[in-house]
C-alpha cells in the first residue's frame, strides 16, 4: 500500500494485525487477521459491523482461531506498545489491500484508505472472510453505502436533478449487446490463461502467477454481473465474420515474450470493450470491468519488466557495492581488480562524500566499468546517476519510491530497491523495480539493522519470485554456501572484496561459488 496514502486508523489497524499475527505464531497474515484487527480497533469498519448487528460472540464464532477472547484483549494492548517483528502478508491479504487501494482510486486521487475501505474490499475478494460477511448481511453495495456515510467520499455522480427516461432498447439491439459483451469476455478470458501458463511454466514465478489467476477471478466476477445464460443464447461463431480475418504479423510469433506481450493487448482491449458497451448493461459491470483492465496494466508491467530485468542481469550473479572507507589500499585497486574477475554490476555507495568529490569520484567508476562491459549503479541518487551515465539508481524503503526514482533516471535505466520482507518483495514487483536487494541476510559492519530478515527470507522470495534478487548483509566467502543452500542466486557485497587482501582473489571465488564451477 505504499503508493496510496492510509488513514491513522487504517495504519493502526494493519499494525494489529501484524501483531495479532506475530502473537499466534501465523506464518502469514491473512484477511482474518485484518477483519479481527478491524473489530478489535473500534474503527469504522467496526462501526459498519456493529450497525449490521454484528457482536463479539459472532465474531468468535465466526472465526475461531481468535476465539480466546481474554487473549484478544491484552493483545489490543499489547500492540499499542510493542513492535512486533514482520510477519509477511500473504497472497489474499494482499489481494484485499490492493482492492481498497483501487476503490478509493475509483473516488479520487485525495482520498485516504480507511478502514471502511478495507472493510469493503474484504466484500470483494473471494476469500473465506467474504463469506462471513455475507452471512452478517454485509455485501458490496451494502457495505460500500455504509463506507461512503462514514468517509464522506463517493465514486457516485452527484445528482443534478435531471430525470432522463430513455426509451427501451429493441431486442435486436439487447442480442448484438450480449453478443459483443460474450465475444469480448471470451478474449479477455482466454488471454489471461495464456498469460497464467507463460508466468507459471516458463517464469516459474509464484507471485505472479497468483497475480494472474486473482485476474481471471476478478473478471470472472464482474461477468457474473451479466445473465450467462443470455451471453450464450446471444453466441452466433459460426456467423461471425471475423473469424477469417487475420493479419500476417497476428499469425507470427518470434518468442514466448512475444506470445505474452500481444494477449496482454488482447486482454486490455477486450477488457476495455467491456466497460464501454457494459455500460448499456450494469454500470457495477462496466466499473468491474475497468478495475481488471487496471489490473492488466500492472501485471503487464511486472510481467515483462521481469523478463527484461532477468535478461540484462542473468550473467550478474555477483554484485560488488564499492565504498571508499571499506577499501584500506583505495577503491581503484579493489574495482580494477574484481573488474578483472569478473564482476559485471557495481554500486557506488558513498554516505559522507561531498557532492562534487562524489560526482567526481563516480564518474572515474563510470568511466572504469564501461571499458569493462560492466553495470554501474548509484546509491539512493538518481540525479547523480542521470548526470554521470549510470547504468541505474538503487534506493531503499526510506528514500524516493520506485516511480519516483524512474522519473529522474529515465525508463531505461534500471532501478533497484531494497526489501526486508516478502510483503515489501511483492510490492516491488507490483511497482516496477528491475531488481530488488534480498536482506540483511546476516549481521553487517557496513549498516546497522534493527533486526535480519536471514536466511528464511531468502527461501521466501527464492521460492516465489523471479525478479533478480540480491541476497545482501553480511555474505562473505565463509557463509554464502548458506546462502546459496537457501536459494540464493545472486549476491551483493562490500567487505567480502574491498576489505580483501586480495580483491581479484575474492571475487573469482565468490563468482565461482556462485557458478558452482
Known sequence: MHNTQLTEGARRVLRLAEFLGHTTHSHELEPAHLFWAIWLDESRGAEI??????????????????????????????????????????????????????????????VEVGTEHLLLAMTIVDTPIREVLTEFGLGVDSTRQQSERHSGATSEPIDAGVRLNPATAPATDRADLYRILDASANRAREGLRVIEDYVRFALNDRHLAERTKECRHRLAEALGLIPSTSLLASRDTRGDVGTTIHSRRELHRNSLTDVVRADFKRVQEACRALEEYGKAESIEFSRAAGQVRYSAY???????????????????PLYLILTESLCPRGSGPVLRGALAAGVRVVQVREKTMRDRELLAHARRVREWTADAGCLMIMNDRPDLAAL?????????????????????????????????????????????????GVGPVFSTTTKNFQSLAGLDYVRQVSGEIELPGYCIGGIHLDNIDQVIAAGGRRVAVSSAICSADDPEGATHELLRKLRRE
Open 298 to 316: 500492472t501485471l503487464e508491467r511486472a510481467v515483462l519488466t521481469t523478463v527484461a530485468s532477468l535478461d540484462r542481469l542473468g550473467e550478474c
Open 49 to 110: 459491523l456493529k450497525a449490521h448487528g454484528v457482536k463479539q460472540e459472532d465474531m468468535a464464532a465466526a472465526v475461531p482461531q481468535f476465539a480466546e477472547l481474554q487473549v484478544i484483549s491484552i493483545l489490543r494492548g499489547g500492540a499499542e506498545s510493542a513492535e512486533p517483528e514482520s510477519v509477511p502478508f500473504g497472497a489474499e491479504l494482499q489481494a484485499v489491500l490492493d482492492e481498497a487501494r483501487q476503490q478509493v482510486a475509483s473516488i479520487g486521487r485525495h
Open 388 to 436: 554521470v551515465g549510470a547504468d541505474g539508481v538503487h534506493v531503499g524503503q526510506e528514500e524516493l519510491p520506485v516511480a519516483e526514482a524512474r522519473r529522474i533516471v529515465g525508463p531505461d535505466r534500471l532501478v533497484g530497491l531494497s526489501t526486508h520482507d516478502l510483503a515489501q518483495a511483492r510490492e516491488a514487483v507490483l511497482d516496477g523495480a528491475d531488481y530488488i
